[in-house]
């Protein structure tokens, strides 16, 4: 794979435009969300925060003193103050108004790092998480990684047979996720889900010692995370040839699918993706079946804007990464989910997590 390289300063001078455009205008962002640090500053410390002022000279960094030598590694274009107490140290070099992300600074912190000395802080939304929505060159290709990793794992757990009867779902996702590492995945990108039988018709079922079956359904949503990255990617087998009703739900999923797919184009409103997708299983007469909504975001969070579903907002940007996982759920009998991540692109979507969606029988 091509070495990637991540122009952190970019990133702080497109969050920098931001403070000037809002209401009221800010001198200064104080960041505390461990992600939108990395994000901005590439450091991965359990302790971390980055001040991004109006002036590239004021940006700062803070963390403790267990992280001296990984804070210069990773990000020595910034200056870095080394303090515990990381939010305090950098407002206490910031002056005028100062923005905080509200979701991720607690009640408490706030009333701790208010005073009569402080600089005015202003709570902000979706700031960092905003500019995130759009991915460089750089991410999507450790997103292209995580995927193949995934797609490797799915292949080889299916070429060994260890999707069987006689296995139980927790033997089979462990297995998965052992192969994501053996394929070079730092972590996996969130628990695995293997669901058979009527445990697939359980949106987010989580792996029991339920024990395989000739006939089951086994739905496997799974994905690496790679540098940061995250892959997310569902396939549905089944045990044995088909039942007619399965191959009934798993054709309407599948077309589903590709509708939804088809429609992400750059500006595409996202709730009319959904429509185009749901529309589908809607006409084949699963609509109360189909439970959740199209899709989400990845990056460097599993599930992160824009939200593909009926109470998502908004337009699809040419760069986002998204997700596209329609499902059918048939209480007490099964169900199907297939999903793929996708980067939306001008001339078509392009599809990352590659594995075939024919339905496979095992």
Not at 57 to 66: E, F, K, L, V
Not at 213 to 229: E, L, N, P, Q, S
Not at 270 to 299: K, N
Request: net charge negative.
């Amino acid at each position: 794979m091509p070495q990637t390289t991540t122009d952190h300063a970019r990133r702080r001078d497109a969050l920098r435009a931001a403070l000037a455009r809002h209401e009221p205008a800010l001198d200064a962002l104080l960041v505390t969300d461990l992600d939108n640090v990395r994000y901005l500053a590439g450091f991965t410390g359990s302790n971390g925060a980055v001040l991004i002022a109006a002036e590239p000279d004021g940006d700062a960094i803070a963390t403790d003193g267990r992280y001296l030598t990984q804070v210069a590694e990773q990000s020595g274009d910034l200056r870095a103050v080394i303090e515990r107490d990381v939010a305090k140290a950098l407002l206490a070099e910031a002056d005028g108004t100062v923005g905080f992300e509200a979701t991720a600074l607690s009640y408490a912190d706030h009333a701790r790092l208010s005073g009569d000395d402080a600089p005015v802080l202003v709570p902000t939304t979706r700031m960092v998480e905003t500019l995130r929505e759009v991915k460089d060159d750089g991410e999507i290709e450790l997103l292209r990684r995580a995927c193949a990793i995934s797609d490797q794992a799915l292949a080889a757990l299916v070429e060994e047979g260890a999707i069987r009867p006689g296995a139980t779902e927790t033997q089979v996702a462990r297995r998965l996720e052992n192969l994501m590492y053996e394929f070079g995945a730092e972590a996996v990108a969130f628990e695995t889900i293997v669901a058979a039988g009527p445990n697939s018709a359980i949106p987010h079922h989580r792996p029991t010692d339920a024990v395989l079956a000739a006939g089951d359904f086994v739905k496997i949503d799974f994905g690496a995370r790679f540098r940061g990255y995250h892959a997310d990617e569902t396939r549905t087998f089944v045990l044995g040839e088909p039942a007619a009703w399965q191959r009934e739900i798993y054709d309407v999923v599948r077309a589903a699918q590709t509708a939804g797919r088809e429609a992400l184009v750059p500006g595409a409103d996202v709730r009319a993706i959904d429509g185009a997708a749901r529309s589908v299983i809607e006409a084949a007469g699963y609509g109360e079946q189909f439970l959740h909504g199209l899709g989400h975001g990845v990056g460097v969070q599993i599930h992160e804007a824009p939200t593909l579903g009926k109470l998502g907002s908004g337009t699809l940007s040419d760069g986002a990464v998204v997700t596209v996982e329609p499902g059918v759920y048939l209480p007490g009998r099964g169900g199907v989910r297939i999903e793929d991540t996708l980067v939306v692109r001008v001339d078509g979507p392009e599809l990352l997590t590659r594995t075939t969606k024919d339905l496979i029988a095992l």
